[in-house]
DNA sequence: TTGTACGCGTTATCAT
DNA sequence: ATGATAACGCGTACAA
C-alpha cells in the first residue's frame, strides 16, 4: 500500500533498457577495470546520469562485496572529548569510503539498537563506551564482526584496542608542576568505574611518591564541567593546596571558575591541569595546561586496524597505545 | 581470497536445519504477527540465540523492506552546537529504530561522500550544513529520497524545512537590552552566506529602528570562538558600546574574554548575548544570556517530518519553524 | 567484448 | 499452520 505509492528505485535493468545494453554491461560500466567498450560505457553512464542511477549497494553487499558500513557505539555521548572523537572517527571513514552508523543513547534503549543494527554486515564495530561493551563484544563474535575498542582495553580475543598512556602522560603533568615547585596537590578524579580516571590518578601518586610526596586531597566528579566545578568548591575549602590534577579537562574548566569564585589566583596561588586537550581547554577563557588525548592519532589508529583486520580477518589481536603529550598554556 | 578466509555469516538456512524446520518458518519466527506455531517459534528463536543468528537486513531491504538507513549530513561539523545537534539527531533517530549515516569533512571529500552514500536505499537525507546543498538535493530528487534541511530553508520541491525563527528571537533579546537601558550597540556575525547570521542581525536591526536608534558597530566572524574574540576586541577598540549582541554563543564566549582583558566588566559596563544556548553558555564561566535555539524541537520535528513523509511520500512540502526562547544568565 | 544464467539471504505468495 | 517457490538487484563465471 504505501509501497505502492513509493516510487521504486532505478534499476540497472532500467538503465540497460534506456541505452540499449544488457543488464550485465550496465555493472560493467561502473565496475573498474572490467571489459567494456569504451563508447558502451559512456552511453550506459549517460543514460544513468539521467536517469539517477546508481548501483544498490544492498543488493551488491549480498553478494559479498564489502558493505563498506561501520558502527560506532558511544553511549551517551556525555562529554565533550567523545563528541570530538565521534566528529573526527566520522570523517576519516568517511575519507576511506566507509559509512559510520552512530549509535548513541541511554543503556537500555542502546542495548536494543546494538542488538538490531547488527542486522547489517557490518565491517567493524567501533567501541567508544563503557557499561555495555561485554554484550556487544559477545555479540559481534558470534557474527564475527571485528570490534574496535578506543579509549579503554577490552582483553578479549580477536578484540583490537587503541588507548592512551593514561598513567604516563599523567606523570609528565606532574613533573612539570613538582619543576615549577608545586608541593601539596590536590586531585579530581571521575568515576571508579573508569579505567582511565584511575590510570591517570596512578600517574599523579605514583609521581608524587617518587618525591616523597602525598596527595594531599580528591574529589570524585563525573567528568562534567559542573561536577569539577562543585568538587573543586568541596575540595579547595577542605585543603590548602597549591596543584590542582584533573583526570580530564571538562573538570578542570569547571574547577577553574570555583577557584576563581574563591579569589585563588591561576597560575599565580595554584596550578591546574587537566587532561585531553579537548578545544574548549585553548579557548582564551581558560588557556588550560593539559595531556592531549590525541585523536588524530586515534582515528589513524582506528583506521589502520580496520584495514589490517580486513585483510586478515584471523590476524592477533593488537593494542595500540597513544602518548600524551603535554600541551603548556596558562594554568600551570 | 579473503572472502574464503571470511567466516560466512549464520543465515535462515542454517538456523532451519538447526531447528529442523523450513527456512520460511524462520522467516516468520522473526516476523510480528505471522502464522506459527508458538512452540516452534520457541525453538527456531532459541537455535538462532545459539548461533547469533539475526535476519541480514541488507537482504531484507532488497525485497522491499524498509532500509531503515538515514544519512546525515553536516559538512564539518565546524561548531559547537552542529555537534550538539548531531548527537541528539543521531540519538532521537535510533530512539525510533533507524540507523543514521553521518557524514562530514571538507568540501571535495564530502561531495564524493555524498555521491557514493547514495547507493544505499536511504529513507531520508538530513542536512545541516551549507554549500553542497543544492546538489545533494538535485542528486537526491532523482533517487527519490526525502531531503529535510535543518537550520537553513531550502525552497525546492519536494523538500521539508525546519528553521528557527532567528530574526524574532534576536528582536526579544534586542528588547531584553533596550529594556534594560541600553542603547549604544554593537553586533558580531557570521559569514554573510550565512542566512542565520543574516536573519539574526536583521531582527537586532529592526528592533533599535524602532527605538530609532542605529547600530553603531560591527564586525564579521566565523561562528567561532576565537574569531568572536578577535571580533570583540576590534569592535571595542572603535567604539564605545554598552551592548553587544552576537550571531551566536561561541562568538559571544569569545567575546567575553577580549572584554574582560580590556577591562570591560559584563553585565555592569556591558551587556552581551548570544544565541543557540550550546551547552558551554551554562558554564560558570561565562553564564552567557542567550537564545534557545530548540535542538529537542527540532529533533522531534525531524522524526515528525520523517513520519509524515514515510507514509505519505508526495505530501506537500512543510516548513516548520521554531521557537527561539530567551535563556536569562548572568551576561545581560 | 558481450550476453546468459546463477547465487547471495530474505520475505511474500501460493498451494497445501 | 506449513513448506516450496518466486521475486528483489546486483556481480560475475561461463559460454559465445
Known amino acids: ?24 554491461a550496465v555493472s560493467r560500466a561502473f565496475t573498474d577495470g572490467a571489459y567494456i567498450d569504451p563508447d558502451k560505457r559512456a552511453r550506459v553512464l549517460q543514460a544513468a546520469h539521467e536517469l539517477g542511477y546508481r548501483p544498490n549497494a544492498l543488493a551488491a553487499g549480498l553478494k ?17 572529548y567523545d563528541k570530538e572523537v565521534v566528529a573526527e572517527l566520522v570523517m576519516g571513514l568517511n575519507s576511506i569510503g566507509k559509512w559510520p552508523i552512530v549509535i548513541g543513547g ?19 564495530m567501533i567501541l567508544r563506551s563503557g557499561s555495555l561493551d561485554e554484550d556487544i563484544v559477545n555479540a559481534c563474535g558470534k ?14 580475543p580477536g578484540v583490537d584496542n587503541i588507548c592512551c598512556r593514561n598513567k604516563e ?10 619543576d615549577r615547585g608545586r608541593r601539596r596537590f590536590g586531585f579530581i578524579g571521575g568515576p571508579q568505574s573508569f579505567a582511565s580516571s584511575n590510570a591517570r590518578r596512578a ?30 568548591h568541596r575540595l579547595v575549602q577542605a585543603v590548602q593546596i597549591d596543584a590542582l590534577v584533573c583526570a580530564n579537562d571538562a573538570m578542570a574548566i569547571g574547577a577553574l571558575s570555583a ?23 585553548a579557548w582564551p577563557a581558560f588557556a588550560l595546561t593539559t595531556l592531549r588525548n590525541p585523536i588524530e592519532e586515534l582515528v589513524t ?15 592477533p589481536d593488537e593494542t595500540i597505545y597513544l602518548d600524551a603529550n603535554l600541551v603548556l598554556r596558562n594554568s600551570h
Chains 1, 2 share one sequence.
Do not use: C
Open 64 to 80: 559479498g562485496a564489502r558493505s563498506n558500513l561501520v558502527a560506532i557505539f558511544v553511549g551517551q555521548m556525555p562529554n565533550e
Open 106 to 124: 541511554t543503556e537500555t534503549a542502546a542495548r536494543e539498537a546494538v542488538s538490531n543494527v547488527l542486522r547489517y554486515p557490518l565491517e567493524a
Open 301 to 315: 589508529a582506528v583506521l589502520g586496524l580496520l584495514a589490517r583486520r580486513t585483510i586478515a580477518p584471523d590476524k
Open 169 to 178: 602522560g599523567m606523570a609528565l603533568g606532574t613533573h612539570l608542576l613538582l
Open 143 to 156: 557474527l564475527s564482526i571485528p570490534v574496535i575498542s578506543s579509549g579503554r582495553v577490552l582483553r578479549v
Open 259 to 281: 577557584l576563581r569564585e574563591r579569589g585563588r589566583v591561576v597560575p599565580d596561588d595554584i596550578s591546574v591541569i587537566g587532561f585531553d586537550d579537548i578545544s574548549m581547554a
Open 203 to 232: 600517574g599523579l601518586v605514583e609521581t608524587l611518591h617518587s618525591a616523597d610526596l602525598e596527595l594531599l586531597a580528591e574529589e570524585t566528579g563525573r567528568f562534567t564541567v559542573q561536577s569539577g566545578y562543585e568538587a573543586a
Open 1 to 24: 500500500m504505501t509501497d505502492a505509492l513509493r516510487k521504486k528505485r532505478i534499476t540497472a535493468q532500467d538503465i540497460a533498457l534506456r541505452a540499449g545494453v544488457s543488464r550485465s
